[in-house]
């Protein structure tokens, strides 16, 4: 399936980041089944960045590890943004150090971060236990897909809608 993945950042990181964050990215919309052509943002930037956003848009002064913004419905008639599904912003720094006490990679990490930002993008959620389930067992097979099948999220980082 094609689907168009834009990897974006605000610092230098190696392209082998974005490279993966892409991959993982692909591999959620793959196993979702997403529409042809859907298309998204992926931001790797610093933890104050990410801080920003989650101040400025969800009213709470600190840093998470991903942030998910979905469009929303295109205005009628707008075309080109029919299939745009949204921005994802990742700290790559808070994904490095979670990465390092969990005991795996930042690539790893940071891949969990953009599976689990598509999955939001595409209408999951955890905000209760069902819901978390839900998203959980859709994020661990994709993860599978990746052969990352060991990593899990870091529970009290991911109140990231």
Same mark, same amino acid.
């Given at each position: $399936?094609?689907y @168009?993945?834009?990897?974006?950042?605000?610092?230098?990181? /190696? /392209?082998?980041?974005?490279?993966?964050?892409?991959?993982?990215?692909?591999?959620?919309?793959?196993?979702? #089944?997403?529409?042809?052509?859907? &298309?998204?943002?992926?931001?790797?930037?610093?933890?104050?960045?990410?801080?920003?956003?989650?101040?400025?848009?969800?009213?709470? +002064? $600190?840093? @998470? +590890? !991903?942030?998910?913004?979905?469009?929303g =419905? /295109?205005?009628?008639? +707008?075309? =080109?943004? &029919? *299939?745009?599904?949204?921005?994802?912003?990742?700290? !790559? /720094?808070?994904?490095?150090?979670?990465? #390092?006490?969990?005991?795996?990679?930042?690539?790893?990490?940071?891949?969990?971060?953009?599976?689990? *930002?598509?999955?939001?993008l595409?209408?999951y959620?955890?905000?209760?236990?069902?819901?978390? &389930? &839900? $998203?959980?067992?859709?994020?661990?097979?994709?993860?599978?897909?990746?052969?990352?099948?060991?990593?899990q999220? @870091? =529970?009290?980082?991911?109140?990231?809608?």
């Amino acid at each position: $399936m094609s689907y @168009t993945i834009d990897v974006q950042s605000t610092r230098r990181y /190696p /392209p082998e980041l974005a490279q993966a964050v892409a991959r993982a990215a692909h591999e959620a919309l793959t196993h979702s #089944a997403a529409t042809a052509g859907a &298309a998204l943002t992926i931001l790797l930037s610093d933890d104050d960045y990410v801080r920003e956003l989650n101040r400025h848009y969800r009213n709470e +002064d $600190m840093t @998470t +590890d !991903v942030l998910s913004f979905p469009a929303g =419905e /295109p205005l009628p008639g +707008d075309v =080109e943004a &029919a *299939g745009y599904l949204g921005d994802i912003a990742i700290a !790559v /720094p808070t994904a490095e150090r979670q990465a #390092a006490a969990k005991g795996h990679t930042a690539p790893a990490e940071l891949q969990l971060l953009a599976v689990h *930002g598509v999955l939001h993008l595409l209408g999951y959620d955890h905000l209760d236990v069902a819901e978390k &389930a &839900a $998203m959980w067992r859709e994020q661990a097979a994709v993860l599978r897909r990746l052969g990352l099948e060991g990593i899990q999220p @870091t =529970e009290e980082e991911h109140d990231d809608r």
